[in-house]
C-alpha cells in the first residue's frame, strides 16, 4: 500500500464527505491532542471536540461539520470510529515476512504449504500439517502435527498450534498464545494421586477470529473446544476445555472460563470476568469487567457482580456490616414476630 494519500482518495476510501482541500496529503493518523501536520485524527465522543482547538492535524473525521474549527480539512462520515478502524489498516506499518520461507525455519517433508506463504526465521511446521495460500508464520511460530490453517492466517512470534487443531481463514494469533494447550483433567486416585485424562480432542477456530498475546485456549477432552467466526479475544485469557464461544463475542483481558460452558454469539465480556464450568450463556449477554458469573443465563442483557471502589475507611466498615447480615436478618425477623 501507498505510505500516504490524498484527502480525495481517502474520501472515496470511506465513503465520506470532503470539506477542504482534496490534495491535502496524509501520511498518518495520530491522537487529536498530539497530532502533528501530514496527520489525520478522529472524533467520535464530543466531549474530545475541544482538543481540536489546538491539534496540528492536518485533517478530521467527524460525524458532522464543525465550524470554526482549528483543523481546516474535515471528513464527514456515518461513523467516526469505524472510518478510523479502517485507515488503520490502511496504514498498518507493521513489517511483513518476506514471502519465502525462511532457510532457518523446520518444514517437515509432508507439511502442506498454500501459494504465497511466508514463513520466517525459527518456525517450525511438524508432519502432516497444513498452512492455507497466504498465510504469514512469524519468528518462533509452531504449528504442530497435523494442524490446519486457513488462508490469510497470521501467526505471531511464537504463537503455537498444537496438533490437530484447526484455524480458519483469516485468523490472527498473537504472540505467546498456545491453541491446544492440554485441558486441567485428572482423575483422583487415593493409591496413585491425580491421573491425568489425556486430552483427546481439538480447538477448531472459525474465521476472522482474533486471539491476543500469551493467551491459552484448551483443547477439548474428548469434544472440541470451539471458537466461533468473529470472536475476538484479548491478551491473558484462559479458555478450558470443552468450552464453545458463539459468534461475534468479545472477550477482554485476564478472563477465564472454566470447561464445558457454552458462551451464546455476540456475548462481551470485560475484564477479569470469571466463568464457572458446565454453564449455559444466552446469546446477547453482556458482562461488567471483574463479574463472577456461577449460574447460567437464559436471557440476554447486562450482568455485574462485584463491589465498585470505594475509599478504604468506608470498604472495612461496609465489610464489617456485612459480616454481621445475617444476625440482623435474624433480629429483624424476632421483631417481626412480636408484633
Known amino acids: 500500500m501507498p505510505s500516504s494519500y490524498n484527502l480525495t482518495d481517502l474520501t472515496t476510501l470511506l465513503d465520506a464527505q470532503l470539506l477542504g482541500d482534496g490534495e491535502c496529503i496524509i501520511s498518518g493518523i495520530g491522537d487529536a491532542a498530539t497530532a502533528t501536520a501530514g496527520q489525520i485524527t478522529f472524533i467520535s465522543n464530543k466531549k474530545y471536540l475541544p482538543q481540536l482547538d489546538t491539534s496540528a492535524a492536518s485533517a478530521v473525521l467527524l460525524a458532522a461539520p464543525l465550524d470554526n474549527c482549528a483543523v481546516v480539512n474535515q471528513l464527514i462520515v456515518a461513523d467516526p470510529y469505524l472510518a478510523y478502524a479502517k485507515l488503520t489498516l490502511i496504514f498498518d506499518n507493521r513489517p511483513k515476512t518476506p514471502a519465502l520461507i525462511h532457510p532457518a525455519a523446520v518444514v517437515d517433508p509432508s507439511a502442506k504449504l498454500g501459494e504465497g506463504v511466508r514463513i520466517a526465521a525459527g518456525c517450525v511446521v511438524e508432519a502432516g500439517a497444513e498452512v492455507g495460500d497466504h498465510t ?11 494442524a490446519k490453517l486457513g488462508q490469510h492466517c497470521l501467526l505471531h ?24 494447550s492440554d485441558g486441567f483433567g485428572y482423575a483422583p486416585s487415593r493409591d496413585e494421586g491425580w491421573v491425568k485424562i ?21 483443547r477439548g477432552a474428548i469434544k472440541d473446544t470451539i471458537i466461533a467466526d468473529g ?16 459468534k461475534r463475542t468479545a472477550i477482554a483481558g485476564c478472563v477465564g472460563i472454566a470447561g464445558s460452558t457454552e458462551v451464546g454469539a455476540g456475548c462481551t465480556m470485560g475484564g477479569f470476568v470469571a466463568i464457572n464450568g458446565h454453564l449455559k450463556i444466552a446469546d446477547n449477554v453482556h458482562f461488567n469487567g471483574g463479574t463472577v458469573v456461577t449460574k447460567s443465563i437464559a436471557e440476554a442483557g ?12 468506608s470498604w472495612r466498615r461496609n465489610m464489617v456490616r456485612l459480616s454481621q447480615l445475617d444476625e440482623w436478618v435474624g433480629r429483624i425477623k424476632k421483631l417481626e414476630d412480636q408484633q
Open 136 to 146: 504469514e508464520l512469524c519468528a518462533g511460530a509452531v504449528v504442530g502435527p497435523n
Open 231 to 246: 470472536v475476538i479475544i484479548d491478551n491473558l485469557v484462559h479458555i478450558a476445555h470443552n468450552v464453545t464461544i458463539g
Open 198 to 218: 489425556h486430552q483427546l480432542g481439538r480447538v477448531v477456530i472459525g474465521d476472522d477470529v482474533e486471539v491476543g498475546a500469551n493467551c491459552a485456549i484448551d
Open 302 to 313: 447486562h450482568y455485574a457482580s462485584g463491589s465498585p471502589m470505594q475509599d478504604v475507611r
Open 157 to 180: 512470534a511464537n504463537a503455537t498450534i498444537a496438533h490437530h487443531c484447526v484455524l480458519g481463514n483469516r485468523v490472527k494469533v498473537h504472540s505467546g498464545t498456545t491453541v491446544g
